[in-house]
């Protein structure tokens, strides 16, 4: 039995390490079981309550020099096998590299410090992509986010040329920091936005008098679609199947009123994912990349998630795609679909680990759809807080019908919980409070698109009549939670756009 531990406090984490202890592969017998380092407060509990095969190690604190030592010392009492850090924090922070240094390198997942530019600094990714040939924004530019006259004039450039400018703050902003500009009335407004939001970041950076970099690129016209690949030390490497992120905060495109978020939901896979999209992304972005990372001695067993922007024919053939970013960790909450529809995802782990991914295929559910809803602390409060992504109000108890839910086969992943053992309760901890998932299966003379719909309702279902919800202060009858109803809805869509009847 091999022993697999992810590393963090998110719902990804907990879901993951459940995947490897209870997925079975139709093609393999080893055995494997998932832990987590860390979790958050809820999560021990909530597993303890569902009885799911997942244990817990506890860290000093959240730092990466915490997790470093809780890591080290597992590792050492042979409590654990492999590693998988899992949000990009802990990369930037030098977790690999502390592991590595302690003679366990070979047993963690995740590129080191040095490598983690190829998401802490955007500007740096775009020209390894370059040097790579990888394909991605028709223009772009990095210039001084003080210098408003320069973007003034590069942003009416590309909105006359291409249709619209991305003002890009180029370090880590958890997916947040990219603004669409799509004509020259937003211009000025967007700007201010971008800096009023990042101001203290680059003046913590790059003090005042500094140049403060920010990218700018010309509007990528396309569907969005991540890929998650895993590689190992060798270069061989598996793409997982698609998801399909949920970004904006409400329905529609996003504005001023509708912010981009850490992603209030996802299906897997994709509804545009084809086989020939995923060798289209092998060839295109994969190996140009694995191989400019092996020149430059950045390559380690790692997660490489590239956001693309693909066009494709009215056949649903991909015809063209672009890098508009690279993540160096499985999405938030991306990785929870694509990780319910892998039969062997503990197998995919280990050989990332031991350099053998080319004898490793991802055993994936083709015949299912997963879905994930992101439960997300909804408006109200006693500061007239408006919910996420802006300001939360915590504390407040939840109430879980876990039974229904589980007849239900839906499945609650806590996030954003704690659990109060003198009271006996969960209570919120604002944010994203908890995910909503559960997967149906493709019948013949059904579309996909039909039973991702019925799925979405049943999960809707469960959330109107109350199955999960955090009681508000002043209405023990509400709920403070809040969801996004169309999680789910584009299967449907894609049909009539790509099949009309
Ligand atoms: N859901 C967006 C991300 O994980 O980057």
Redesign the pocket.
Known sequence: MKKIAFAGTDGRTLLWAFVVSTATSALNDDEYAGMVFRGTPSMPKFAEIMNWPVAFIPTKDNSAEGYAAAIVEALRQEAVDYVVPMPEGLLFEGLVDAVEKEGFGDRILGLNAAAAFIEGDKIACKELCMEAGIPVADAWTSTDAKDYPTILETCLAYIQQFGGAVLKYPYSAG?KGARIILNSWEIREVYDTLINDYKDSYRKLFGKKNAWPLLIESLMAGVEISFTILVDRQGHYQILPTAM?Y?ERFEGPASKSNPIT??TGAVSPHPMETPALLEMAGNTIAEPLIQKMKQRGLLRPAILYPGCFVSFDGAMNPIRIRVSEI?IRP????AQPVARRLRNLGQLIQATLTGSLHTVVPEVRQDQVSLCIALMTGPGGPDGQKGYPWSCTKGEPLEIDTKYLKRKGIQVIPSAMTWLDEKEVFKSDGTRVAFLNANATIKEHETCGVIADRLRKKLLSAFDNGKIRVIPREDSKGNRLDLRRDIGSHYLKAETIFNPK
């Open positions: 997916g992120d970004p850490g992603g993540n999405g938030e909450p991306e």
